[in-house]
């Protein structure tokens, strides 16, 4: 029996007390945002190679982007027809371009297949959902990535979370209670986003074999950077034939859109059948499969980007003071930890003022008291860019040395 609202006088004041007691609640927590100096907002800028371009029309040079082999800003002779896809990838958005670059990706990371997600967030979150299920478990760094995060809440397997890149409290942990669980897996970021750490692959990997478990790794900051031929961190460390599942994306240093998984293919098989961002989702726009497709051929073609972008991480860390091992020292994110959160705000703003963009990051994005900038190289930085920038932060307050 359905009720009409107009019969229902007092149901209707009610519902609409309830919506604004709502709003008053979305707005109460803005409010303590704003007194936390964490409300973000969306503003308008334009890329334009090594710099970005403000709504008030101001040109910084760019340090805060992941732009890592300059190729997102690029131009591409395509061939695609059409701006979308028109369909999910199992109905009919799966077209031949999409197959190709799969097999493409496939190959670069030497697995038996490959998969494309909408975007780098889909993969990470509908993997681990997906691969771990009920009567699983799920050991996942402290300072792992929001999307492999909200993967393990998703799924069914119980979480446990240890210290980050402690491979000791990891060990302890399997040996007090692996045979409780059907499927151990073992999720990690490969280089971390907020930090520039590298997870210890190595160290993992043989952790992993002791004990049966499935080693997760996403490669979303490393893809195209790291490793002889760019393919990421599991190749830098001589694993990739020990990682279960590398999850990567399209929109970081291959400069386009988008996320992908390789593995096996009966890995990739069950995800297609079973890993529902990927099911009910749109596939990814012909444009972004070509732009894709382009980077990958560059990347394999120039490898002089990604020497250049080794050389100006190193050069920075240098500057900084920050003495870090190879092959980390190549890594192109670099945190100056400057504590509290106005400060990192005012320095950026400082920054701003002398003509660089280096964002201010701040919680709930990394732990209270480590709001820090962080500076994102690219390839199309030019070494007088990084020499000014570095003469900047020796006149910031405390100088460069408090990361």
Known sequence: MSWAVGRCPGRQVESLNQRVRTL????????????KGRRRELVPRRLDGPWIVLAD????????????LGLATRSVDSVATGAGSGASPLVCGWTDAHQRLAETLASFEGTESAVLFPSGYAACSGTVATLAGEGDLILSDQLNHASLIDGCRLSRARTTVFAHRDCQELEQILSRCRDEFA???????????MDGHLAPLRELCEIAERFGAHLIVDE????????????????????????????????????????????????????????????????LSPLAVAAAEDALRQIASQPQRRVALEQLARSTRRGLGIQVDPPEDSVPII?????????????????????????????????????????????????TMLENLLRQFEALPSGPGYH
Request: proline share 4%.
């Open 183 to 193: 499927q151990v897996w073992i999720v990690t970021d490969g280089v971390f986003s």
């Open 335 to 383: 945190p100056v930890i400057v504590g509290e959160d106005a400060r990192a705000v005012r320095f950026s703003q400082m920054l701003a003022g002398a003509g660089f963009y280096v964002p201010a990051i701040r919680p709930p994005t990394v732990p209270e008291g480590t709001a820090r900038l962080r500076i994102s190289l690219s390839a199309l930085h030019q070494p």
């Open 57 to 68: 029309g101001r040109r910084l040079i760019n340090f805060g982007g992941n732009d890592y």
């Open 220 to 283: 979303a900051h490393a893809t195209g950077v790291l490793g002889e031929t760019g393919s990421g961190l599991c190749e830098a460390l001589g694993v990739k034939d020990r990682v279960a599942v590398r999850i990567g994306t399209l929109s970081k240093a291959i400069g386009s859109q988008g996320g992908f998984v390789a593995a096996k293919r009966v890995v990739v098989d069950y995800l297609i059948n079973r890993a529902r961002s990927l099911i009910y989702s749109t596939a």
């Open 24 to 35: 008053d609640h979305f707005s109460r927590q803005l409010s303590e945002l704003d007194a």
